[in-house]
């Protein structure tokens, strides 16, 4: 079955960085666009960044494009998003996400069905 693991979270204060990864199995991970979703305390969980299946295409919210980055690797199976300037809105655990279809390029947090643990993000001011 589909697994996605995401690593990378942490504590960090305002203005830094942090990069997380996440490594995914049991699909053909070229095949799917990625997505990073993020849920803070009280928040529904909401958009944060998506990459098309062939890696050519990138989405972001409003509210970290400039500061985020994703990308991904299909020799590795693994997505990564570089998060720059946190601030303490940043804090939340993030989810990587896969959408239910393939060839699929999606920022509609119900098109993804398969869903990581999370990683903690705490951003301290």
């Known amino acids: 079955q589909v697994q996605l693991v995401e690593s990378g979270g942490g504590l960090v204060q305002a203005g830094g960085s942090l990069r997380l990864s996440c490594a995914a199995s049991?699909?053909?991970?070229?095949?799917?666009?990625l997505g990073w979703f993020r849920q803070a305390p009280g928040k529904e969980r909401e958009f944060a960044a998506a990459i098309s299946w062939s890696g050519s295409n990138t989405y972001y919210s409003d509210s970290v494009k400039g500061r985020f980055t994703i990308s991904r690797d299909n020799g590795q199976n693994t997505v990564t998003l570089q998060m720059n300037s946190l601030g303490p809105e940043d804090t939340a655990v993030y989810y990587c996400?896969?959408?239910?279809?393939?060839?699929?390029?999606?920022?509609?947090?119900?098109?993804?069905?398969?869903w990581g643990q999370g990683t903690q993000v705490t951003v301290s001011s």
């Open positions: 049991g699909l053909t991970f070229s095949n799917y666009a």
């Open positions: 996400a896969v959408p239910r279809w393939r060839y699929a390029n999606t920022t509609r947090r119900f098109d993804y069905v398969y």
